[in-house]
């Protein structure tokens, strides 16, 4: 029987609550439970897994531009503290990254090889957080996501529905590309990840398939409603916001889906949750 600890409670976290239960024993611990910015937590909570999946991060991008020591040490030092111990108690651990940690100036998909060079304080923090990763636990997987959406937490899909129900025109900006990806594909790839056992330690890429922007992912969430808004495209400069935002956010997921196969395409999968809600 497998035994898998996830860290975390939140949109990913629970996606893969629900995934990996059918792998084995399961055990689940929120902010409650441990604080991965404090060493002494995550040595006492982090024990006896096969697994550790650890979701936990501080995600508010815009937050960490003020709050940066929390940043630093939830989404920097906090995973190192978590791979150090997976190390001491020999677990396997996967760690979940951001497409944040480049700038989005490539014309191309980043590939897992490309340097890094984060825009954000987010950004930043989740880049040092791969390294103390990389550096405390050799055996460790880091995979990097984007745009998630799905169960438990306000996301993208539910602001445009929160907006179309109550505007006649929402503006979405329409220059930043990337791949707006459901946690329970997310939670499914890391099982599948889990079931293959022998895909060399490292850093992954794990996007949907096929690239879009916010503008045409919007057009997709209203494609079905039946009285939706008018939808203009912006761009970014539009909108001022305390962090920025990579403007080429696409990921190359060739790596990985050599050995799982290539994520669902976006659009099917979008539909698919909208459908399922
Ligand atoms: N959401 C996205 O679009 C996106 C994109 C790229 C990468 N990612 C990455 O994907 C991962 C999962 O994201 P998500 O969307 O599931 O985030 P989320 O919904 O914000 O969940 C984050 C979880 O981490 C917990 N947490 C925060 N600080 C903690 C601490 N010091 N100790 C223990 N737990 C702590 C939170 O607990 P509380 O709620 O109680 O604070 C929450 O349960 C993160 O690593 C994130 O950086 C997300």
Redesign the pocket.
């Known amino acids: 029987m497998t035994a898998i600890l996830i ?9 893969c609550a629900d995934v990996l239960q059918s792998m084995g024993t399961v055990h689940v ?10 060493p002494e ?1 995550v040595a006492q909570m982090v024990t006896a897994a096969d697994w550790v999946v ?7 991008v815009d937050g960490c531009e003020v709050n940066v020591k929390k940043a630093h ?3 920097a030092r ?1 995973p190192g503290f978590v791979a150090q111990q997976c190390t001491a108690i020999q677990s396997r651990l996967i ?6 940690v480049f700038d989005g100036t490539g014309s191309t998909p980043y590939r897992e090889t490309d340097p890094v060079a984060p825009l954000s304080i ?1 950004g930043h923090t ?1 880049s040092l957080g791969e390294q103390s990763v990389l550096s405390q636990c050799s055996t460790a997987y880091i995979f ?6 799905g169960a ?2 306000s ?2 899909i539910d602001t445009m529905q929160r907006m179309g129900e109550r505007e006649s025109e929402v503006r979405v900006v329409a220059d930043q590309w990337g791949a707006p ?1 459901w ?1 329970r594909t ?1 939670a499914q790839s890391i099982q599948a990840v889990i079931a293959h056992g022998s895909i060399p330690p490292g850093v992954y890429h794990m996007p949907s398939t096929g690239y879009t922007t916010w503008y045409d992912y919007a057009c997709a969430i209203f494609q079905k409603m039946p009285r939706p808004p008018v939808l203009t495209p912006v761009p970014t400069t539009a909108y001022s916001r305390p962090a920025k935002r990579p403007l080429n956010g696409r990921l190359n997921g060739e790596t990985l889906a050599r050995y799982i196969g290539p994520l669902p395409h976006w659009k099917p999968a979008l539909l698919n949750y909208l459908e399922s809600r």
């Open positions: 860290i975390g409670t939140g949109r990913l976290g629970q996606a611990l929120s902010s409650a439970d441990i604080d991965i910015g404090n937590s650890n979701t936990a991060a501080y995600t508010d040490r939830v989404n906090g760690h979940i990254s951001t497409d944040y987010y989740k990097r996501v984007q745009w998630l959406y438990g937490g996301d993208f990806t946690t997310v």
